[in-house]
């Protein structure tokens, strides 16, 4: 079982810059896939970043080169960098876990409660 809670949302200007935490209940958080999905109102549910145990990254082209996933096992916490900011990155952010990158092509097994991000023009 694998619990998950998402902070560092909030309000940034287009342009900006963000951290979002997610912190993971796993005892064996190290062997574990985490990533990000987002939603904005009223649309689907998208992929953000996904990093596995050896530090591989996933990324969809939309947010390539301006978001960065990474983790610090130690701490049970990866972390998404979202640099270069647009009012279209306004969405909550939810992470998502599961025990490999592959699940992230679809449904990852154990989700957080999502973080708002809102992006101002």
């Known amino acids: 079982q694998v619990q998950l809670v998402e902070s560092g949302g909030g309000l940034a200007q287009a342009g900006g810059s963000l951290r979002l935490s997610c912190a993971a209940s796993?005892?064996?958080?190290?062997?574990?896939?985490v990533g990000w999905f987002r939603q904005a109102p009223g649309k689907e549910r998208d992929f953000v970043a996904a990093?596995?145990?050896?530090?591989?990254?996933k990324y969809p082209d939309s947010v390539r080169g301006r978001f960065t996933v990474s983790r610090d096992n130690p701490k049970k916490t990866v972390y998404l960098h979202l640099n270069s900011l647009k009012p279209e990155d306004t969405a909550v952010y939810y992470c998502a876990a599961d025990t490999t990158l592959g699940a992230f092509t679809t449904t990852p097994m154990y989700w957080g409660q999502g973080t708002q991000v809102t992006v101002s023009s």
């Open positions: 990093i596995n145990w050896s530090g591989i990254t």
């Open positions: 796993a005892r064996t958080f190290s062997t574990y896939a």
